[in-house]
């Protein structure tokens, strides 16, 4: 038995048929673990490449598990200095994570694959969203119990605490529309539907499209106009560049054909437009992102829409309706059940301290950070940071001419000549 780790695209990109087989056999991995959505991931971070892969045996030809990770580098409080953490790979933009295995193999794949991560000697592991059987949680999470490791289950939220993200509400489809709106449906939610598919089929002005290539880059531009109108409030600062990550997931998705848009226009003006992810493994499709108009207070232009999307899934003989993390009330009252979701953060207690050398992998994020920290911290701090920077990178012409400009910045200007005399 053995684990190793795949850190380059090169062999990302060798594992393509193993992953996508596994894939089609692990019903627990939905479309965030497929081999397409983690390419379109490393493309849009340029992060390195951090998979542990388990194989059974020296002599196995192919591997029967994946662990995709992310390698970050953290600012450590306490230390005053950058410490490696690792993460699931898809955090911060994937609802879902979790371990790729066949099935039959994951009392031996994920302990296994849990001590090497716990090997890597990581300051920290988060390991968030994990849409995985609780057993096979406990038997990864099992390889940190010990005195050594803190581990802390996180509760995660959003606007405000008023969500809770520890759940991933989904909706078995029916046999038919009909059955499914006699059946699952609130009352209430059953009546408006009716009314405002009528209401929708009586207006000549008023239509549901699906996005196309022509219309797309205009489509993504109005959905990212009104999702950042509709939360500008709750998320403040941070509302131009998380709509601008939604618009390039969603165009990243429709161009690998994993996604779908839909719009309701009225008068030829888009007053409301969801994404959905199509995944033909797990016959499923996944609700990723919704925007509407916030002045257009009639017509439940967002409940029409999930309503097409349903009719369209169980067309194509679909099973579930995914409505990812988020329990929001709507969900429920168009008949989906709770799924559990998994966040545990684990915090090694001996080694931020003790840990110096910093992954060598993460140079741009530690020039990233130290730029950041320039303004923010103390310059005996900033320092120790580039004193732990050059020791990993001694002789890197960024790093020493980053370097030379914060000495020039702080007034030591003989030291940064001969610093910047060194590289020449």
């Known amino acids: ?17 193993n992953w996508e ?42 591997h029967v598990a994946y662990l995709p990770l992310r390698k970050r580098i953290e600012y450590n409080r306490k230390s005053g200095k950058f410490v490696n953490t690792l993460c699931m790979a898809g955090n911060d933009w994937a609802d ?6 066949l099935p039959g ?8 694959l849990g001590h090497y991560l716990a090997g890597m000697q990581p300051a920290r592991v988060q390991l968030h969203n994990l849409h995985m059987r609780k057993s096979d949680v406990m038997l990864l999470k099992a390889c940190f119990e010990n005195s050594r490791y803190k581990v802390k289950r996180d509760r995660l939220a959003d606007n405000g605490g008023e969500t809770s993200l520890d759940t991933s509400p989904r909706l078995e489809l029916d046999s038919s529309f009909t059955v499914w709106l006699r059946e699952k449906t609130s009352a209430g939610t059953r009546q408006k539907i009716r009314r405002f598919r009528r209401q929708l089929e009586n207006s000549p002005d008023s239509l549901i499209r699906q996005s196309d290539q022509q219309s797309m880059d205009a489509d993504l531009d109005e959905m990212q106009r009104l999702w950042e109108e509709r939360w500008s409030t ?12 939604y618009r390039r997931i969603v165009a990243d998705g429709m161009r690998s054909g994993q996604m779908f848009v839909l719009v309701m226009q009225r008068k030829e003006k888009p007053v409301a437009i969801h994404a959905y992810y199509s995944d033909p493994v797990r016959k499923s499709i996944l609700f990723y992102v919704g925007a509407r108009d916030v002045k257009q207070k009639s017509g439940s232009p967002g409940l029409l829409l999930h309503a097409q999307a349903i009719e369209g899934a169980i067309q194509r003989g679909f099973r579930w309706i995914d409505f990812l993390r988020g329990d929001e009330k709507y969900k429920y009252s168009l008949g ?3 799924v559990p979701l998994y966040s545990y953060s684990i915090t090694d207690q001996q080694l931020p301290g003790a840990a110096r050398l910093l992954d060598d992998q993460c140079l741009q994020q530690v020039l990233d950070l130290l730029a950041h920290h320039q303004s923010r911290r103390s310059e005996k701090t900033m320092e ?5 920077a050059l020791d990993t990178w001694p002789a890197n012409t960024a790093l020493l001419t980053q370097y030379a400009q914060w000495q020039r910045s702080i007034g030591h200007s003989d030291l940064a000549a001969t610093i910047l005399s060194s590289i020449q």
């Not at 959505?37 to 045996?57: F, G, K, M, N, T």
């Not at 193999?105 to 296994?112: E, I, S, V």
């Not at 709750?234 to 990550?245: E, F, N």
């Open 96 to 101: 879902h994570t979790g371990v790729l295995c």
């Open 384 to 388: 120790g940071l580039y004193s732990q």
């Open 1 to 17: 038995m053995s684990v190793e780790l795949l850190d380059s695209k090169t062999h990302f990109a060798a594992i393509r048929d």
């Open 234 to 245: 709750m998320k403040g600062r941070q509302v131009g560049a998380m709509g601008a990550k």
């Open 21 to 62: 087989a596994i894939y089609q056999k692990d019903e627990h991995a939905s479309i965030f673990m497929s081999w397409t959505w983690i390419a379109q991931l490393h493309e849009r971070r340029q992060d390195a490449v951090c998979v542990l892969a388990y194989r059974p045996s020296a002599a196995s030809a192919e």
């Open 336 to 338: 989906a059940s709770d």
């Open 105 to 112: 193999y994951q009392d031996t794949a994920l302990p296994l």
